[in-house]
């Protein structure tokens, strides 16, 4: 005959080194939402309904008038970025950060102006030498207000590129703002190969000088600063 021993303390034993040891994982980097359902419901104090979303239920149900939630979200990410007073911190929103990604590509099919949003339609910030927009004219200034008979005033300049864009080989008419006086512009879209770099030779105080301006950060572009320089 043998006496069975009880199995009570050594089970206990195991489960004990089995939460310290999940316990120490957590604290070593791991994340609460790896536990089991049960032993994460007696570890950690879950808030189903934090003050993000508080805020939101709050204003989606009681404002006095609809309320787009991804607005909501995106105009709340854009003024956190924009408290930093960072000139170089920028929020996209998915709409805008795809325009964003497109510009990483230097070979588009449009008319060949660097383009920001004003009041009135796209400010021209820069013209490419060579380009459509060039030849027929267009200058640094000029404000394109239309797009065929789609007016610009107030849109973003996602949505006025993206008309302004299009298959090489196309027409595209433009009306141009030049001080006070607007006129038409039909131009034909073509490949357009944007500069990344460009390079000139100034003269500051009698002296010249060599300004090389680099005009986006893409795949390439240190290769051909230097060649620049």
Do not use: C
Not at 20 to 26: D, K, Q, Y
Not at 88 to 117: C, K, R
Not at 140 to 149: E, F, L, P, Q, T
């Amino acid at each position: 005959m043998y006496a069975r021993r009880s199995r009570g303390p050594r089970v206990a034993v195991l489960v004990l080194g089995g939460v310290l040891v999940l316990l120490i994982g957590i604290l070593l980097g791991g994340h609460p939402s790896w536990l089991p359902s049960p032993i994460r419901s007696a570890f950690v104090s879950q808030n189903d309904d934090p003050l993000v979303n508080q805020v939101l239920g709050l204003l989606q149900n009681d404002y006095y008038r609809p309320l787009n939630r991804s607005q909501l979200i995106n105009k709340g990410l854009a003024g956190m970025v924009a408290s930093l007073d960072d000139p170089y911190s920028h929020y996209y929103d998915p709409t805008n950060y795809q325009g964003f990604l497109s510009e990483d590509n230097p070979h588009l099919s449009g008319i060949g102006v660097d383009v920001q949003a004003e009041s009135r339609g796209l400010l021209v910030d820069e013209v490419f030498p060579g380009s459509p927009a060039a030849t027929g004219g267009i200058q640094k200034g000029d404000v394109i207000v239309a797009v065929g008979a789609t007016s610009l005033a107030s849109r973003s300049a996602n949505f006025g590129s993206q008309l302004i864009k299009g298959r090489a080989g196309t027409r595209v008419t433009l009306t141009i703002l030049r001080g006070k006086k607007t006129h038409p512009v039909t131009l034909v879209r073509a490949d357009i190969v944007v500069p990344v770099a460009a390079g000139q030779i100034v003269t500051y105080h009698g002296i010249k000088l060599g300004a090389v301006t680099l005009t986006q950060f893409v795949d390439g572009a240190g290769a051909e600063l230097r060649t620049r320089g």
